[in-house]
Each structure stands twice: as structure tokens, then as C-alpha cells.
């Protein structure tokens, strides 16, 4: 276990990180337990010391905003992509089953 980066870490790795991306589009992917996994298309627009928040298109035009934790990041309860090349951002544990 030599060299390993503590979680808070890697929590305030990822935290700078989205902070840079604020105003990008982004593709969230969520696991929402019960084998219930959603994808949202949206913008970053706050990156807050202990969450992120990420205002999704919904129906008919209309907006929501869905904070998200830092350590879902982490733990891969939520997964980050950009959006023009499909790329996972951050890649700390294996991508969540289909």
C-alpha cells in the first residue's frame, strides 16, 4: 500500500478538477441504486466545497439542477464524461453495468 493517494485526497483532486470545468457540458451518469442507473446531458455550473451541481435538460425545455458528492465520484456511484469526445473524466474504480 506504498504511494497510494488518501481518499481526501482524491476527493480534493476531483473537486479542483470540476472546479476548472465550471460552465462545461457534461454527460452524468448515476447509479440510483435498485439496479436503476440514470444519464443526464448538462452543465457544470457550481463546484462547492462539498458537492457539484449540474443543470440538466429535462422535458420540453425546462431545466433542473442535481448536486451530486464528490466521494460518488470517487466511488463511482456517479460517473462524469465529456461530452464531445465521450470520455470518462475521472477514472478511479470500473464504469457502472449497463
Do not use: C, W
Not at 506504498?2 to 473537486?15: A, H, S, T
Not at 436503476?36 to 449540474?54: K, Q, W, Y
Request: hydrophobic share 35%; net charge negative.
Amino acid at each position: 500500500m506504498e504511494n497510494e493517494i488518501p481518499p481526501v485526497n482524491r476527493v480534493d483532486e476531483i473537486r479542483d478538477e470540476l472546479h476548472q470545468l465550471e460552465g462545461k457540458r457534461l454527460k452524468v451518469k448515476a447509479n440510483m441504486g435498485r439496479s436503476r442507473i440514470v444519464e443526464r446531458t448538462g452543465t457544470l455550473v457550481n463546484a462547492h466545497p462539498s458537492l457539484f451541481i449540474v443543470e440538466v435538460e429535462e422535458r420540453r425545455g425546462r431545466t433542473a439542477r442535481q448536486s451530486y458528492q464528490y466521494v460518488d465520484v470517487l466511488t463511482g456511484t456517479v460517473e462524469l464524461f465529456d461530452i464531445e469526445t465521450g470520455e470518462r473524466l475521472f477514472d478511479f474504480v470500473e464504469p457502472l453495468s449497463e
